[in-house]
């Protein structure tokens, strides 16, 4: 007769679940004799195509830490250039979704209000011309881009906002979703100083009624960005 085996204590386990869309593949691995440092990230899991680790390391931070592939998120479609590039380079971000209204005009803004975020947090990208030239402001919603800063910032003398349909073309993104990650050219990028004062920031997704949290550094690296003080109160 075959006796029950007695249970064995291994250590904890943590589960490493990838879930494609529309598939169940799954693979878990045990942690007991890892890394301390490994332990401290926590649990991972997938829903909807989305990789989510917890808890997060960042004071600050809200949600989950993620990496999202192509799929969605309460039934908001996630995939778009910025949140691919940012998968592929296994930067850690946070979607945040809300209701986008047709009639709204100040994305930022409105954004802010459905979010509960402080309008400081929020940033917005503008596309301006700069000696002839595209480039790229990202700067808090409640500031206006200085226009003469940010020219010197980018190496020019006269900058001006750009034709909305000239920063769809550039950027391929709809207006009132421009990212400043994952733009169609290769624009210079420019992030206003104040980003460097929260743990994390918000900026378009890529998509209407979708904000992107992140570090601050990392949204420099992910839009190969640098850090001027290009805002006007």
């Given at each position: 007769?075959?006796?029950?085996?007695?249970?064995?204590s291994c250590?904890?386990?943590?589960?490493?679940?990838?879930?494609?869309?529309?598939?169940?593949?799954?693979?878990?691995?045990?942690?007991?004799?890892?890394?301390?440092?490994?332990?401290?990230?926590?649990?991972?899991?997938?829903?909807?195509?989305?990789?989510?680790t917890e808890p997060l390391t960042a004071p600050g931070h809200s949600g989950w830490r993620a990496d999202y592939g192509p799929g969605?998120?309460?039934?908001?479609?996630?995939?778009?250039?910025?949140?691919a590039l940012l998968t592929k380079r296994r930067i850690p971000f946070t979607l945040h979704p809300y209701e986008h209204d047709p009639r709204a005009q100040?994305?930022?803004?409105?954004?802010?209000?459905?979010?509960?975020?402080?309008?400081?947090?929020?940033?917005?990208t503008l596309i301006a011309t700069v000696d002839g030239r595209l480039?790229?402001?990202?700067?808090?919603?409640?500031?206006?881009?200085?226009?003469?800063?940010?020219?010197?910032?980018?190496?020019?003398?006269?900058?001006?906002l750009a034709d909305p349909a000239a920063a769809a073309r550039a950027t391929g993104y709809v207006v009132g979703g421009i990212s400043p990650i994952g733009q169609k050219a290769r624009l210079r990028v420019v992030v206003d100083a104040s980003a460097d004062e929260f743990d994390t920031v918000f900026v378009s997704a890529g998509r209407r009624g979708l904000q992107v949290e992140?570090?601050?550094?990392?949204?420099?690296?992910?839009?190969?960005a640098s850090l001027a003080a290009i805002a006007a109160g």
């Open positions: 007769m075959l006796l029950p085996r007695p249970a064995r250590g904890p386990v943590v589960r490493d679940e990838t879930i494609a869309p529309g598939g169940s593949d799954r693979t878990s691995r045990n942690t007991a004799g890892a890394d301390p440092a490994d332990k401290a990230v926590g649990k991972t899991r997938s829903f909807d195509g989305v990789r989510r969605s998120l309460g039934g908001v479609a996630t995939g778009t250039p910025a949140t100040a994305y930022g803004e409105e954004a802010a209000a459905a979010l509960g975020i402080d309008p400081a947090r929020i940033f917005k480039a790229c402001a990202v700067v808090p919603v409640a500031a206006r881009l200085d226009l003469k800063a940010f020219a010197a910032a980018v190496g020019g003398k006269r900058g001006e992140l570090a601050p550094a990392d949204l420099l690296a992910a839009a190969d």
